[in-house]
């Protein structure tokens, strides 16, 4: 598996920041997406865009980072 994130801003709320699970070949199998402010998190089990689109702008994550966020409330 592969993990990213990339952040942006939502006005009002500061940055929210998405983490994506991804197989080898860059499908993603699922992402959650954690705005640190107010603590809201948003988990995606089985997204309905699949394909990762311009990888190289994300920034490299870990399995545990990702799953410290899955993992919230």
């Known amino acids: 598996m592969l993990y ?5 801003p939502i006005p009002g709320s500061g940055d929210a920041w998405t983490y994506y ?4 070949e860059s499908r993603i199998v699922r992402y959650v997406t954690h705005i640190p402010v107010t603590k809201k998190t948003e988990r ?3 997204p309905v865009v699949k394909k990762l689109y311009r990888p190289e702008l994300l920034m490299p994550s870990s399995p545990e980072e990702f799953e410290q ?5």
């Open 4 to 8: 990213f994130k990339t952040s942006q």
């Open 21 to 24: 699970e991804c197989t080898d």
């Open 44 to 46: 995606v089990g089985d």
């Open 69 to 73: 966020y899955w993992a919230m409330p």
